[in-house]
């Protein structure tokens, strides 16, 4: 089974802090995506990477960036956190389109930011 | 302060009972559907999914049930159990191009025992 693991399952920040949400999956998959959750919201794609230092911007880009250095690496970064970014943050991660387009998820990291 | 979110709209259902979750879809260029289930605490997982060139597809216990005319997708659940409780997401590929899901807020499945 695919396995997408996510460092932290729980992170407390101050506003203005560097946030980095790490992300490994061990499938080998060239894509990579990071949402948030927000309840009654649903996922909101924040990023996308279709392959090693390949990046693209999702719905709501603004506030995050993101890196994608080796395959099986996709990190999110707040570059100053805020509050209105405490939110829960899912990685996925998929073969290439085409072959299969079902995204498997981490278990999430529930990001409070004060 | 607290903040508070949307209300999740909720479907409650007895054990043994078939449930109906229903989802609209925005794009009609859309070709790709997909049902999450996502348990307190667990990231989401998937169920079933169906491709545009079909209307019906059954898995175990669920049959995804695609209406273009109307932009409706539906996940019925037959036998409701316990473990069926949680939160379940349709997503589409709404955006053809870049091939990004594009998820539903969700619908709270509770069964009742």
């Known amino acids: ?12 920040k101050r506003t203005g802090e560097k ?17 948030r959750q927000d309840p009654g919201l649903g996922l909101r ?17 603004e506030g995050y960036s993101v890196s994608r250095e080796k395959k099986e690496r996709f990190s999110l970064i707040l570059e100053s956190a805020s509050t209105n970014q405490t939110s829960m943050y899912l990685c996925a991660s998929r073969s290439p389109t085409g072959v299969n387009e079902k995204l498997f ?3 999430g ?3 409070s930011v004060l | 302060g607290e903040s508070v979110g949307l209300h999740l709209p ?22 790709y559907f997909i049902w999450y289930k996502q348990e307190s605490g667990k990231g989401p997982q998937f169920i079933i999914d169906i491709r545009s060139n079909m209307d019906k597809r059954q898995g175990q216990r669920v049959t995804v049930l ?32 870049r091939r990004a899901l594009t998820f539903g807020s969700g619908t709270r499945l509770q069964v009742q025992p």
């Open chain 1, 1 to 12: 089974d695919v396995k997408v693991t996510q460092s932290s399952r729980y992170l407390v």
């Open chain 1, 19 to 35: 946030v980095f949400l790490e992300c490994v999956q061990d499938m080998d998959h060239e894509n990579m995506f990071w949402y």
């Open chain 1, 45 to 61: 794609l924040i990023y996308f990477s279709y392959d090693v230092k390949m990046k693209e911007k999702g719905d709501i880009p």
């Open chain 1, 105 to 107: 998820f981490g278990s």
């Open chain 1, 109 to 111: 990291t529930q990001l």
């Open chain 2, 10 to 31: 909720t479907l409650s259902v007895q054990e043994g009972d078939n449930s109906i979750i229903n989802c609209a879809y925005s794009n009609s260029a859309s070709d």
């Open chain 2, 66 to 97: 695609l209406n273009k005319t109307v932009k409706h997708l539906s996940l019925q659940i037959a036998a409701t159990q316990p473990g069926d409780s949680a939160v379940y997401f349709c997503a589409e590929n709404k955006d053809t191009g």
